[in-house]
């Protein structure tokens, strides 16, 4: 962040870790309001923060998937945003002309583009009701490298999104598809990032990464942080590289 940077928020955990984490965070760092927040899906782990944070930080515009999610809170929440007077616009992958959506978000820090899902109207290439399988890709690309945000993607969406991400990435984050097997072995190949971020847990109870794929992650040759493990992660990139530290939960203490 600084004075020609927007201050954009990806996902916020779910609502007590929206209060214990998130908010803390931002306020911590002087943050009372966000520029763009972006949920990747319908999965109250990744938007459950949000209702939590409104009405407590300001946000200007809230960005989510071209895709109608089953739940019921997620919905709500963006009945409520709208009454707040929030913009809530829908990304979907594809070229803006193609249906007047945006498929990307020109920042002064780079480019985040959609790589997934596309457009609700165009549908899946199979058929699926899982709201992971609509969860945002993303692609941030800067000056210093290129990140990538992949939600809960699985190895269908994993397969469909590698040749757009291409290597190399400096940085993935991403968590595990609540029922099929995520970051395999052609994947990683095919991103190639320096550092991996894995959002892990004890919830949902499949949340922790299984050994193929703790296997595949330690023969990656990138730097891996569990967050069940590090905690959060604080990722700086500029014209030295890609930087990483973690903290434990609650102390602040880094390692």
Not at 81 to 91: A, D, F, M, S, T
Not at 175 to 188: C, F, K, Q, R, W
């Amino acid at each position: 962040t600084g004075p020609h940077f927007e201050r954009l928020l990806l996902d916020a955990g779910n609502p007590s870790q929206g209060r214990t984490i998130i908010e803390p965070f931002l306020r911590s760092r002087g943050v009372n309001a966000v520029d763009v927040v972006v949920l990747s899906h319908g999965d109250s782990a990744h938007y459950g923060g949000v209702s939590h944070l409104l009405g407590k930080i300001s946000f200007h515009r809230v960005m989510v998937a071209d895709a109608t999610f089953r739940s019921k809170g997620y919905r709500q929440l963006l009945a409520e945003l709208e009454q707040n007077g929030i913009r809530v616009e829908k990304l979907g992958a594809v070229e803006c002309s193609k249906n007047g959506r945006p498929s990307s978000l020109s920042l002064h820090s780079g480019i985040l583009s959609t790589l997934w899902p596309p457009p609700e109207e165009q549908g899946l290439p199979w058929k699926s009701n899982r709201a992971d399988d609509f969860g945002l890709a993303l692609e941030f690309k800067t000056k210093f490298g290129k990140c990538l945000f992949a939600a809960d993607a699985g190895k269908s969406i994993e397969t469909l999104i590698a040749p757009s991400a291409g290597a190399p990435n400096v940085l993935l984050v991403q968590g595990l598809h609540a029922n099929e097997d995520s970051l395999t072995a052609p994947y990683l190949k095919a991103i190639s990032p320096e550092v991996i971020v894995l959002n892990s847990g004890e919830y949902p109870p499949n949340a922790y990464p299984p050994p193929e794929v703790q296997a595949r992650l330690k023969s990656s040759c990138a730097r891996v942080y569990r967050t069940d493990q590090s905690g959060g992660v604080a990722i700086f990139l500029n014209d030295r590289g890609i930087q990483s530290r973690s903290y434990f939960w609650g102390d602040g203490s880094g390692r």
